[in-house]
């Protein structure tokens, strides 16, 4: 059973860093894709980027191109999200997600919540 625990959320000010990490467990994830998606107050989730767990091949959503990067490490079986310049509108829970199928997450973590203020 795969298990994904995020970690990293906190509170911070505008033009600020953090680092979220998932951690995945529970099989293997070769051939697999990993993702970010974030829930902001009243707002449907919304996709933040995507990484190809083999080859490391990323993507991402326009609002955070630049500023956010996506990485994972096989060794740890962690996947991360480095974001620098952060903003208040991303603000937000952000979730670990994971799946076969680009685009097709059935593996959920539990979230962690971001705070940017202004």
């Known amino acids: 059973q795969v298990q994904l625990v995020e970690s990293g959320g906190g509170l911070v000010q505008a033009g600020d860093s953090l680092r979220l990490s998932c951690a995945a467990s529970g099989r293997t994830f070769s051939g697999w894709v990993m993702g970010w998606f974030r829930r902001a107050p009243g707002k449907e989730r919304e996709f933040v980027a995507t990484i190809k767990w083999s080859s490391g091949m990323t993507s991402y959503a326009d609002s955070v191109k630049g500023r956010f990067t996506i990485s994972r490490d096989r060794a740890k079986n962690t996947v991360y999200l480095q974001m620098n310049s952060l903003k208040p509108e991303d603000t937000a829970v952000y979730y670990c997600?994971?799946?076969?199928?680009?685009?097709?997450?059935?593996?959920w973590g539990q979230g962690t919540q971001v705070t940017v203020s202004s």
């Open positions: 997600a994971a799946g076969r199928i680009p685009g097709s997450y059935d593996n």
